[in-house]
């Protein structure tokens, strides 16, 4: 059984700071990509930043230069550090962990930001 579980988010005044974790256990899983998304209802869920399968990073345009993903493989453990932070990131955070063919989703963490 695979377990995500993402940690870190609260209520931010604009311009501050919050660090998102996501904590993936599970035996003998390697994981291929692991990512970090948003979602609020009524909309599209966004990918905000990922490492693909060759372990390069993307961001989404509105977040370059402002968030930094990084990760301890060991651990199997991510991290999502948002800077500058604006009104507009509120939203539910969600960690994404691939491996194999399955899919691994986290209960998202909240993060609101108060302008």
């Known amino acids: 059984q695979v377990q995500v579980v993402e940690s870190g988010g609260g209520l931010v005044q604009a311009g501050g700071s919050l660090r998102l974790s996501c904590v993936v256990s599970?035996?003998?899983?390697?994981?291929?990509?692991m990512g970090w998304y948003r979602h609020d209802p009524g909309k599209q869920r966004e990918l905000v930043a990922n490492?693909?399968?060759?372990?390069?990073?993307n961001y989404a345009d509105s977040v370059k230069g402002r968030f930094t993903i990084s990760r301890e493989n060991l651990k199997n453990t991510m991290y999502l550090q948002m800077n500058n932070l604006k009104p507009e990131d509120t939203s539910v955070y969600y960690c994404?962990?691939?491996?194999?063919?399955?899919?691994?989703w986290g209960q998202g963490t909240q993060v609101t930001v108060s302008s």
């Open positions: 994404n962990a691939v491996y194999g063919s399955a899919v691994a």
């Open positions: 599970g035996s003998k899983i390697i994981l291929t990509r």
């Open positions: 490492f693909d399968v060759r372990g390069s990073k």
